[in-house]
């Protein structure tokens, strides 16, 4: 009634004496008793299965067998092959091995099952083996590690050889006590997997104990249906991820801590700007003020000086004292005039739209401006190198102003210890047209030309001079788009540089 395939053999030829029907399916067609094994199953005798009944008949001794792959020949086709787990277990009459008792059992679909198991287990491990993320396996309650690739050993500083087979908490004793034996004991009791991130870690590698991040899953692994025994993890070290977002969380800080400090920074500047633009209305408002009011006086003062000159008598005006004051009044009164004049200017500069820009000639409105030079610029050697057709787009008014400013400078601060020359020059550029007024005048120091486009700085006090005409010019010039510098060397004279948009 068994289900196994028995058989008794008996004698030194290993006759069979029975065989139950299981055993007759391993050889249909063959007429099995009374016939020696390897007169019918010759094929047994290649396979060592007869010398294996002789050891057992010959010691006494048993002989079991498991998963012994026998290939047994059909009566058609090929061979096939088999796999049985068996006993050879002797008999004895009378104290001596007479025969022998034969049970097997037919194992096939099992071998095949397993191997097929582990061709898959193979596949698996070769695809791991070639992850780039780090993978292993480990085994049963000590988590010896079963399994780990490249990436893993490259993570762990050791070699294959080192880790595999080897408890994991043997490998890293570092590990131990970071919690990570007890999250293995609780997804090798729970079956739930865990999933770890930006979980730090200490491990020694490369001599040297180092603060490691990962992003991991152990992943629990079971026996087919059976119990969990082992537990896969697939990690990704971030530690370089990690530092870099900490260090951008810590640049953030700072910023914000400069943004404050920024933001509190602008505000005393909007302050600051705010005290200055009232400041400005207010100085606009004097000089305005100033301007209107003090032309009356002056006025009056120039019609008294008048109504002098024609009720002194001759000979008075003519005495060298009277003279003297008569002509220092005048001056005095001429110098408030310009005074008032300049300051009527720099308010309606303040105040006013000189008009859109347009095309003007700077040939053109450099011989204009000559016909209103003082007269000490007829003594000066002049040389004027533009090209007529040069023009620039400026306000026609504004541009008048610079030209002529420059011009009267260049003959006004002229050295009496040699003949006066100026040069007025003007070329294109690729994306400007430059104007150049050089002279060979006074010249400045560099602390002067630090002051040159202030406000009432007179640098050479000997020349009637209200020290407004330069500052006027560089707002005309900064108003429009241009540019201004200065060149110069005392004693050997000054240039002026005007760079207009082109």
């Known amino acids: 009634q068994t ?14 004496v029975y065989h139950n029907t299981a055993y007759q399916r391993l050889f249909p067609h063959r ?13 047994t005798k290649e396979q060592g299965f007869i010398a294996l ?13 498991y998963e012994m792959l026998l290939h047994v020949t059909p009566p058609v086709g090929p061979p096939q092959a088999t796999y049985y787990n068996f006993a050879y277990s002797p008999y004895r009459e009378g104290g001596q091995t007479v025969g022998i008792n034969i049970f097997a059992y037919d194992v096939t679909e099992l071998v095949h099952a397993r191997q097929q198991r582990e061709a898959q ?10 992850a780039p993320v780090a993978i292993a396996i480990f085994r049963g ?60 870690s200490i491990i020694d590698r490369h001599g040297q104990r180092d603060t490691v991040y990962w992003n991991f899953v152990y992943q629990p692994l079971r026996e087919g249906n059976g119990p969990i025994t082992a537990v896969t993890v697939v990690a990704t070290e971030v530690t370089d991820q990690v530092l870099a977002r900490q260090q951008v969380q810590t640049l953030n800080e700072e910023l914000a801590a400069i943004n404050e400090e920024l933001t509190a920074t602008n505000k005393e500047l909007l ?35 008048l109504a002098l000159r024609e009720h002194l008598p001759a000979q008075v005006e003519q005495e060298p004292l009277v003279a003297q004051l008569l002509q220092l009044l005048g001056s005095t ?4 005039r310009l005074t008032i004049a300049q300051l009527t200017d720099l308010t309606k500069l303040q105040q006013t739209y000189a008009g859109p820009a347009e095309t003007v000639s700077l040939a053109t409105l450099v011989q204009e401006a000559l016909l209103d030079m003082p007269p000490e610029a007829a003594a000066a050697q002049l040389t004027v190198a533009i090209d007529p057709a040069l023009v620039v787009h400026f306000a026609l008014k504004n541009a008048r102003s610079i030209v002529y400013n420059l011009l009267s400078n260049a003959f006004k601060y002229r050295d009496p210890a040699r003949p006066s020359v100026v040069q007025v020059r003007a070329e294109r550029l690729p994306h400007a047209v430059v104007l150049r007024v050089q002279d060979n005048g006074l010249g400045l120091s560099a602390s002067q030309q630090s002051r040159l486009f202030g406000l009432f700085q007179r640098l050479h ?39 207009f948009p082109a």
């Open 53 to 65: 009944l002789d050891t057992v008949y010959r010691t006494g001794e048993p002989y079991f067998g």
């Open 271 to 305: 302050d600051t700007n705010t005290r200055l633009v009232r400041t400005n209305a207010d100085l606009d408002t004097f000089v305005y003020t100033a301007s209107h009011d003090l032309k009356a006086p002056i006025t009056n003062i120039e019609s008294i000086l």
């Open 31 to 43: 007429e099995l008793t009374g016939k020696a094994v390897a007169e019918v199953l010759p094929e």
């Open 121 to 130: 287990q193979r596949r698996l491990y070769e695809l791991f083996e070639q």
């Open 333 to 336: 009164v001429e110098r408030f």
């Open 3 to 16: 289900t196994a395939s028995v058989a008794i053999v008996r004698g030194p030829e290993h006759r069979f």
């Open 141 to 200: 309650p000590q988590y010896v590690i079963e399994f780990a690739n490249p990436a893993v050993c490259a993570i762990w500083g050791r070699t294959l050889a080192q880790a595999v087979g080897t408890p994991l908490f043997e490998l890293l004793p570092e590990s131990a006590g970071q919690g990570f034996e007890e999250l293995l004991d609780s997804v090798m009791a729970t079956g739930e997997p865990f999933v770890a991130r930006e979980l730090p």
């Open 461 to 499: 006090t000997h020349v009637e001079g209200t020290g407004v005409g330069l500052y006027i010019v560089k707002r005309l010039v900064e108003n429009g788009g241009a540019t201004i510098a200065v060149e110069s060397q005392p004693d050997q004279g000054t240039t002026f540089t005007v760079t």
